[in-house]
């Protein structure tokens, strides 16, 4: 076993029972997936140990949040020494607010990409989405546009769960049983891996609904569910130039690609795009803490308010003091260790590890080893090994204790680690992914 957590007063087993009985996982069927899964205690680093006392290796950094690795007590002290300052403040009406979003919001404006400087707080990724997608609409109905609110998304794309978010998330899994979507969405495909011009099926699309219909464009400016490949060189600089041609907001959704997962501390900085309006979470408090901000640009922000009608939106937690001290102490860390170039130099030695793993894993496409700073991917090859394979091998990921990600059924591994991992540790992770390929290949026989 391993030392008592705060607050924890029942025994392991007590705690394995009452979460069988009482926890509704997410994204899962309660009666049909109940095959055991660890339940942490703590952490360090990138390691994890469960209430059992067994040791994880986390490739994917929680949920891609945790850029920092677990354990950090400069972000935790921070939290508490906030919380005795100011339990709570709110950021409701005009006029109120509290230091650490203030500070923080100055701090987003250096930060985010050019003309971003108006920020909305909120406390995770699928309010952001909903906030935007708000913003979108409002701009344009207070501004005597009220048929200028379809917003276009992509297939294969991730955006949350609030009825908004789930809307645009481009994956039919989403959209069933759970009644009428909101209307006005509509989705175009991804562009494929090396294509040019790939930004015209945005034009088609808006050609399609009519121009004088549709609000915005929002996407990730690389996508996590459609394989981890970063979009081609002309793709994001075509997007802005067609959203900028009918006069369409483009909304990049950064809550898992922005504050330096992808080598830039936000991925549309790669092609020097700047977006009229920004979602960003997770990463920004390394996890610590609930938050999230949406930007938006001083253009947005007037025809946000140009009618004098308000804005009648946000919630309670948005914005905590606890949640913007730690985002800025976040920063402090992120500057102060160059994490941004560490995303890009762990990225690239990872990627070519796993190039190296696939000369003796013939199940490993080689040619597919890619990263993007911190995402890190490989394919496997479903088509001669069988689906079979790649079920069986997540399995065995999670009985050789190492978190990965899997996408497009199973054919992309991906790694979201902790930007700040070291190679010893990518290392480790990927021993734990050669020994679960070898134990796939002895249970099949392949
Ligand atoms: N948008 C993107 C791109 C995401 O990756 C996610 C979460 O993974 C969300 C939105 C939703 O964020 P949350 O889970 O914090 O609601």
């Known amino acids: 076993g391993v030392g008592a957590a705060t607050g924890i007063t029942a025994a392991p087993t007590q705690l394995i029972g009452y979460d069988r009985q009482h926890v509704m996982h997410g994204f899962t069927n309660l009666d049909r997936d109940l095959a055991p899964g660890p339940i942490f205690q703590s952490g360090k680093g990138i390691r994890l140990v469960d ?30 020494s906030t919380l005795k300052s100011l339990a709570f403040g709110t950021h409701f009406y005009h006029n109120r607010s509290h230091v650490w979003a203030s500070q923080l919001a100055d701090r987003l404006a250096d930060i985010t990409p050019s003309g971003i400087d108006q920020f909305f707080y909120g406390v995770g990724g699928s309010d952001a989405v909903e906030t935007a997608i708000k913003i979108a609409r409002f701009a344009n109905i207070t501004n005597g546009r009220p048929d200028k609110i379809h917003i276009i998304g992509r297939m294969n794309s991730y955006h949350g769960v609030s009825y908004g978010g789930a809307s645009m998330t481009g994956d039919h899994a989403m959209w069933a049983n759970i009644g009428p979507l909101l209307s006005g969405f509509s989705h175009i495909s991804q562009p494929e891996i090396g294509s040019v011009g790939a930004a015209s099926a945005l034009e088609e699309e808006i050609l399609r609904v009519g121009p004088e219909n549709v609000a915005a464009f929002l996407a990730e400016p690389i996508s996590t569910p459609n394989g981890l490949y970063c979009p081609p060189d002309d793709y994001w600089p075509q997007i802005r130039e067609i959203c900028d041609r009918y006069d369409i907001l483009l909304i990049a959704d950064e809550v898992l690609c922005g504050i330096g997962r992808t080598g830039k501390m936000f991925a549309i900085d790669r092609w020097n795009v700047s977006p009229d309006i920004l979602t960003i979470s997770k990463a920004i408090t390394a ?130 680690p902790a930007l700040t991992i070291v ?23 392949v």
């Open 423 to 445: 190679n010893q540790d990518i290392d480790a992770i990927v021993d734990r992914v050669a020994e679960s390929i070898d134990a796939t290949r002895a249970l099949l026989g």
């Open 51 to 80: 209430v059992e006392g067994n040791e994880w290796l986390d490739g994917c950094a929680g949920q891609a949040n945790v850029s920092l690795g677990y354990g950090r007590d400069e972000l935790a002290d921070v939290a508490a």
């Open 287 to 416: 996890g610590y803490f609930p938050l999230s901000v949406v930007g938006v640009t001083e253009r947005v922000r007037a025809a946000l308010s140009a009618s004098g009608e308000k804005f009648v939106h946000g919630v309670t937690n948005g914005g905590h003091p606890a949640a913007c001290a730690v985002a800025l102490a976040t920063f402090d860390i992120m500057e102060r260790e160059d994490v941004v170039g560490q995303a890009v130099r762990g990225g690239n030695y990872f990627a070519q590890q796993l190039g190296k793993l696939a000369d003796s894993q013939p199940i490993l496409d080689k040619s597919t080893a890619r990263s993007t700073g911190m995402m890190v991917a490989i394919n496997l090859k479903l088509d001669e090994y069988g689906d079979e394979f790649g079920v069986r091998v997540h399995e065995e990921f999670v009985r050789r204790r190492v978190l990965v990600r899997s996408y497009r059924n199973n054919r992309t591994i991906g790694f979201l």
